[in-house]
């Protein structure tokens, strides 16, 4: 082999772009290979392995991402950190993805490498795609991404041809029954929604998403001058394949793409497009949501960073400390037109918090390859970000310096985070219940308690269950953000508490038994939760079962047995009759 000392700038710089190259094809292959045992998964049923594809896929980018990272350090040698170099290795790297269906996950994917090698502060438009080089998209389609359906005699007829088109290696249970009955939901949907109720083209993408338990069919039904979402959710039962549920609203289908669910495997070539049609009929869906929907994660990353510049650049919001009760762990700050917190880790933790920064840092890892069942916001780390200093509130910088002074440097120019986490803004729990009227606050309540069971059956403890870790999303659901004390359910010890044997144990302020560290007494619950009066009854009536023993052992042995429970993403009154 040629040393590489005796190569020129520009030859070295082709070999890096060609390296980089082959890596992200490598990530792309093995990224599609796993996506494409879903339907196989669902087709036998195999939830187990499908939970273990979902975690290989999770952490094959950085996988990969190391293996360049590291043959690009042997290529470039003492190179490896001359710019120009660098430079010329993203021209070549540009011409090679630009006739790619994928390209924008190509130049993320340089990002990666750039990054990983110069730990940049800020970012450096000469060796990092910070814009996309190409007009969006750079090449034309090669086929649709969706099939298309004219109009038929009848609705029913419509979504058994739909069915029909979308067959499985095993049958549906009864396609024609399913079919007659979508219609009858989607022909009262048209008839209350005040839209046209004949259906002049049905679009259906052409391939299926799957995750956990479910294969849904995604698509739009165009009625004049109405769109309308349509979401055909399959559930594969012991005899056979059936419609489980339809989704037709709106909020019913953004709420299945949430920030806080796991992410669906679906063939997608051509990611750009699909990301687009699903954004016709989510319009409040940031295309970083959407990219990070499809397991595009790091991509999503690249997209959210890039709608926060052009936030900057078109406001003249202020960064601030957010509202609400301030965390034990965490700072947090905001803008006040802009729906995302930054969360840093502080430099200390004030007693009794007796976790470290791993810990916390674990955790979030923990969260991020978890299934999060609709309850777990899915939080995009971001290292070595510069901002500037006139963009910041002096009561946050001097509060940034004084808790987070490793994490943060500021000067009369600039203010650098070097770690963060950036995750979608919610209304505190605690602060929702304040402001809330009465029919409002009681379903946030017996919201707040599902999303500890829906936890629970997901084998999430959240440790730390106060109102003040829990966030109200705009769909009025309840999920959890705080991680610091987040654990494995099955890790926890469950314990009944003692009976004092005398009165002095009975009057004492201490525990007068031994409490190991992971021990649970839920029969305490009640009294750090700061719900009371009418809401505590509600809580009492609908979710008493929490402060009981039983309710946490037995989940916990479901769990040991290898059970896994399954958490509908969407309302029960989507439902078919027929699956229910």
Known sequence: MQSQTRLTDSRLANIGAHTIFDG??????????????AQERFEQRDW???????AERL?????????VVYDIRETLAERLHNKLV?????AVYSGLIDERDDWELAETFFNSITRRIFTTVGVDPQIEFVHTDFAAPPTPARYPIYRTYGRTWSIAELILAILNDFAFNVPYEDAERDAQQ???RIAD?????GALRVIDRAEVVDAVFYRDQAAYLVGRLFCGPYLVPLVLALHNRRRGVLVDAVLLDENDVSILFSFARSYFHVHAPRPYDLVHFIKKMLPRKRIAELYISLGFNKHGKTELYRDLLYHLATTDDKFVIAPGTPGMVMTVFTMPTYDLVFKIIKDQFAPPKTT???????RYRLVFRHDRAGRLIDAQEFEHLRFDRARFDDRLVDELCRVAASTVQADAESVVVRHCYVERRLIPLDVYLKAADEAAAEAAVIEYGQAIKDLAAMNIFPGDMLLKNFGVTRHGRVV????DELGLLTDYNFRRLPKPRDEEEALSAQPWFHVGPNDVFPEEFPRFWELTGRLREVFVAHHGDLFTVEFWQNMQERHRRGEILYILPYREACRLSSAI
């Open 189 to 193: 949907h048209l008839r209350t929604s």
């Open 480 to 483: 959890f953000y705080d991680y």
């Open 182 to 184: 979508v219609a009858a």
């Open 59 to 67: 952490d094959l980018y950085r996988e990969v991402v190391n293996g």
């Open 86 to 90: 660098w430079a010329s290795m993203k």
């Open 48 to 54: 187990h392995g499908a939970r273990q594809d979902a």
């Open 24 to 37: 992200f094809l490598t990530y792309r292959r093995r990224f599609e290979a796993i996506t494409a045992r």
């Open 356 to 362: 470290t920064r791993r810990d916390v840092m674990e």
